[in-house]
């Protein structure tokens, strides 16, 4: 079962405008991870944020990470039409387990 | 590095038959995942390995789902007999952190192009 929740399923936009993507999750968490997918490809890791930390910037990349809410956000800024892909966040749970993946957003940037 | 390799890429075959997905995971990774995609259920966990060794299996849908794991280099994915509802894109991944103190596997996980296989 996900772990993770993406929010929104679909998100629309022109080139040049900032995305943003939310992720909640229920139970504590070691640490969160977001990737990214290219249409017919494999996914590729973005970044990763611990539970002890609140805010990570990666080039055009923010995350943001709230364990009070249990949620997480992924900005991408100045956004290119390259952007375009579906984006995950997994979250790897205390314990000994691996990281679970949410059903992801697909994002779609207009040139 | 050439990443993780999967084949074959496609697989089309007819249900009963026996399907065999094949996985090189990074060198010097030590953790190996299969995940299951398809549109209805995303991203699913079937089974990881941790030095060979299977560590969980409880996501493996049916007994007709075996994975090995014979060496660092190598892992196997195999459904016999094959049904209509296996059609799915099967991931390998793996990850160069071992589970680290206190059991958790923390690390990024660097995924393959992927399996889609077909089952009329």
């Known amino acids: 079962s996900q772990q993770g929740e993406e929010d929104p399923q679909a998100l629309s936009i022109q080139e040049g405008e900032n995305a943003t993507m939310n992720c909640s999750y229920k139970?504590?968490?070691?640490?969160l991870q977001w990737y990214r997918q290219n249409s017919g490809r494999g996914l590729v890791h973005l970044i990763l944020i611990r539970s002890n930390e609140r805010e990570k910037h990666s080039g055009r990349l923010r995350v943001t990470l709230d364990t009070s809410k249990k949620s997480s956000s992924l900005l991408i800024t100045a956004s290119r039409a390259a952007d375009t892909a579906s984006y995950f966040c997994a979250t790897s749970v205390s314990g000994n387990t691996p990281l679970v993946f949410g059903k992801g957003t697909r994002l779609s940037v207009i040139a | 590095d050439a990443g993780v390799i999967q084949s074959p890429r496609h697989e089309v075959t007819e249900m009963g038959q026996e399907v065999t997905l094949r996985c090189k995971p990074i060198?010097?990774?030590?953790?190996l995942f299969w995940y299951r995609q398809t549109m209805m259920r995303g991203l699913e966990l079937l089974i990881y390995f941790n030095n060979n060794v299977p560590i969980d299996d409880s996501g493996m849908p049916e007994d007709r789902f075996s994975a090995k794991m014979p060496n660092a280099s190598f892992s196997t994915l195999k459904i016999q007999p094959s049904e209509p509802r296996d059609s799915a894109v099967y991931f390998c991944?793996?990850?160069?952190?071992?589970?680290?103190?206190?059991?958790?596997?923390?690390?990024?996980?660097?995924f393959g192009e992927g399996s889609r296989l077909t089952v009329l």
């Open positions: 060198s010097g990774h030590n953790s």
């Open positions: 991944a793996s990850s160069p952190r071992t589970l680290s103190s206190g059991g958790r596997v923390t690390g990024e996980l660097f």
């Open positions: 139970t504590s968490i070691n640490n």
